[in-house]
Each structure stands twice: as structure tokens, then as C-alpha cells.
């Protein structure tokens, strides 16, 4: 099926520039040149969080549909939802290139991006213009040279408050100088105050897109039990764990000195023992999205175990095509049906103990 067609290309745009492989990757996916997954939604897998009905448990990350050219393609290959973004207010270039890195010995890519995109504006008209169906949540940050970076967030709510399914607050970004400020005390809580200020009055009587924080992994206890705190203070509605990591431990590629933030197979400990961590900080209820080196349904049902409720990949893809996310979904139903478990909510945070326990 899809997976058959998209690993034929997958050596082609593995031998280009990663920037370009990727360029090309949206161009084909927003001009529907992509097989689609005929794939039949498995019961087991559905969950409701917020008022949203998730049909699977993994989505696309952000980052890979910066500028929102392709989210009804990703969620008619087998994702069961998609996050576009990380948008910024005005339009900016980003790093120069080469930024983008892929470190094949390890699995893993670093990249620099720096928040390359084109703008509130662009991503706007794009999302009015699809039709209205399956989940494509927004991902908000900030402008390099804002002069006040938390209203870039707060014009982010007020500009997407029709159109997003959810709010990705993202503060985690090490490619953006200092942005990564905003997670300490005082910051993080007037950064929260205003946002969810924002998202009360841009909804009026229309919903309330619910607003999740996107965090770092290179965060310690402390920390994590600060934004744990004022999640709840501020009655965010849910966290991701997490993004990219500026640590560089164990990795054998030649590209592993680059400069930026490192994800896929070797950001999956990491993210996994924090995102347990804040799992066991924040309770049972609130929803999380564990992100951070997926690349199979055993790794994926891992994450579920560490505490998360929904998913995300990206890196992956970068080796196994976009397609592998179908591959992963249907992996978790497999294994569903095989431990005879009703529900995903029986597989979440069983494992929070155990992976909160290990070292970093
Ligand atoms: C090339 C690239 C660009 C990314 N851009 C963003 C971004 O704009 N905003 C964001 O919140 N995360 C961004 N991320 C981080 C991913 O969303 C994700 O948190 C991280 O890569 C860990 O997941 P993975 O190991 O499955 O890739 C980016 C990751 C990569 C590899």
C-alpha cells in the first residue's frame, strides 16, 4: 500500500540535500501526489480529549508542515491528526543554509531552521481555505526580533482562534536566542496569564480551542515541577514532551557537532524519562503528547507506557517515509488486539514509575 510506494522514493530523497528531500516531500504530499492509506479506522484506537475526536494516536509534528500546505494529505495517509507551524507573525528567512543535518549512523537529524516561515498571513489563508475536517492543531511562536515576544503569542491565539483544533504554545525551541527563557518562573507565567487570556476572548461564545505548552527535554525535576505548577495555575490544557535537545551524548555520526537541536532515535530516552517525569508531576488527567524519537510501534507503545495519551513523530519519516506512520498505527492495533486491551487509556502512564526512575 502507501508504505510500499513511499519507501520506492525513499532512497532518491535520501541521497538529496535534507532541505530540498523535504521541500519536495510537501510539494508532493499539497499536490496529491501521494498514495492514500486504505486503511480502516480500528475502533480501539479512538480517544476524545478536549472535544476532539482522535481517530489514532499519532500525529505529524510540527515543524514539517511549517506553512500548512499539506495537512489534509498527512491525515489521509494515516495520521490521526497534524500540527502545522511553528508560525510566526511576520515572515522570516530563518538560518542560513545548510540547516538541516541528518546523522544516518544515529538515526537522528539535528536541525537549525531557526523558525523559517511565511508568516500568520500565509498559514491563515491556507487553513480558511480547506475544508473544516480532522484535527490540524497550530503551533505559535515567535518573531527573532520581536521586541515583545509574548504578543507575537497572544496575536497567534487571536489571528488562528477560527481555524485551529488545538494551540501549541512552543517555547522550546533552541534555534531561536533566549526563547527558550520563557519556560523559567516568572516568564513562563506571564507568557500563560496572557496567552490564556487571549484564547478566552478570541473564542466569545464560539469554542475554546484548547492550549497545550511544548516543552524542552533538557529541563531537570525542578523545573519540571515549576511548569507543572503553572500548567495548573493557568489551567493550560495539556503539555508536549517534548522537543529537541541541545545535548549531544553517545552519537557516532560525523554531523554530530552541528549546532541545533537533536531529535529521532537518540532524543527517545531523554524525552521519554521527562516526559514521564512531568507525566507523574502533573497527574493522571491532563492530557499529554509525547514526542521525541518514535520510529515503531514497540517505541511508540513506550511513550504510551512513560505517561503519554496522543503522539507525534517527525525524524522517522526523515529515514522511513512518511509512510512508516501507517506502519506504527497499525503495529499499536496489532499489539491492542493481541493483549486484549479495550482502550489505549489501559496502556497509558503503566510505565510512568519505571521510566521516571531512570537516569538521564
Ligand atoms: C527539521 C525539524 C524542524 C522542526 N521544527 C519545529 C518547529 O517549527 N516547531 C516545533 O515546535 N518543533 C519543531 N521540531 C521538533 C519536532 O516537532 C519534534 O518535537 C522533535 O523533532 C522530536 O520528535 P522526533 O524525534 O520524532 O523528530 C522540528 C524538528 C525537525 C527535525
Not at 89 to 108: C, K, S, T, V
Not at 153 to 163: H, L
Not at 316 to 329: F, K, N, P, R
Not at 335 to 344: A, D, P, T, V
Request: no cysteine.
Amino acid at each position: 500500500m502507501i508504505s510500499g510506494l513511499s519507501r520506492l522514493a525513499q532512497p532518491f530523497l535520501l541521497a538529496m540535500d535534507p532541505e530540498q528531500a523535504h521541500e519536495l516531500t510537501i510539494r508532493a504530499l499539497s499536490s496529491g501526489l501521494h498514495p492514500r492509506a486504505i486503511m480502516p479506522v480500528d475502533p480501539l484506537l479512538r480517544q476524545r480529549f478536549w472535544d476532539l475526536d482522535f481517530p489514532n494516536p499519532l500525529g505529524m509534528a510540527a515543524g514539517f508542515d511549517k506553512n500548512a500546505k499539506a495537512p489534509d494529505a498527512l491525515l489521509s495517509i494515516g495520521f490521526g491528526f497534524t500540527e502545522i507551524g511553528t508560525v510566526t507573525p511576520l515572515a522570516q528567512a530563518g538560518n542560513p543554509r545548510p540547516r538541516i543535518f541528518r546523522l544516518r549512523e544515529d538515526q537522528g537529524v539535528v536541525n537549525r531552521l531557526g523558525f523559517n516561515n511565511e508568516g500568520h498571513e500565509a498559514a491563515l489563508r491556507r487553513l480558511r481555505g480547506r475544508p473544516r475536517r480532522g484535527i490540524v492543531g497550530v503551533n505559535i511562536g515567535a518573531n527573532k526580533d520581536s521586541a515583545d515576544r509574548i504578543s507575537d503569542y497572544v496575536a497567534g491565539i487571536g489571528t488562528f482562534a477560527a481555524v485551529a483544533s488545538y494551540f501549541t504554545v512552543n517555547i522550546s525551541s533552541p534555534n531561536t536566542p533566549g526563547l527558550r527563557n520563557l519556560q523559567q518562573g516568572e516568564a513562563l507565567d506571564e507568557l500563560l496569564e496572557k496567552v490564556m487570556a487571549a484564547r478566552n476572548a478570541a473564542t466569545g461564545e464560539g469554542r475554546r480551542a484548547p492550549v497545550l505548552l511544548k516543552v524542552a527535554p533538557d529541563i531537570d525535576r525542578l523545573q519540571i515541577d515549576t511548569i507543572a505548577a503553572a500548567v495548573r495555575a493557568h489551567a493550560v490544557d495539556g503539555i508536549i514532551v517534548s522537543n529537541t535537545t541541545l545535548a549531544r551524548t553517545g552519537l557516532r555520526s560525523p554531523l554530530r557537532d552541528e549546532t541545533g537541536g537533536l531529535s529521532g532515535r537518540p532524543l527517545f530516552e531523554r524525552s521519554t524519562i521527562v516526559l514521564a517525569q512531568m507525566r507523574l508531576a502533573v497527574g493522571p488527567e491532563l492530557p499529554i503528547i509525547g514526542v521525541g524519537g518514535i520510529h515503531s510501534a514497540d517505541s511508540a507503545w513506550e511513550k504510551l507506557r512513560a505517561g503519554a495519551n496522543l503522539l507525534q513523530i517527525y525524524s522517522a519519516l526523515v529515514y522511513g517515509g512518511v509512510g512508516l506512520a501507517a506502519d506504527i498505527v497499525a503495529g499499536i492495533a496489532r499489539r491492542m488486539h493481541r493483549e486484549k486491551l479495550g482502550s489505549l487509556a489501559e496502556v497509558t502512564s503503566t510505565g510512568a514509575e519505571d521510566w521516571a526512575s531512570r537516569a538521564p
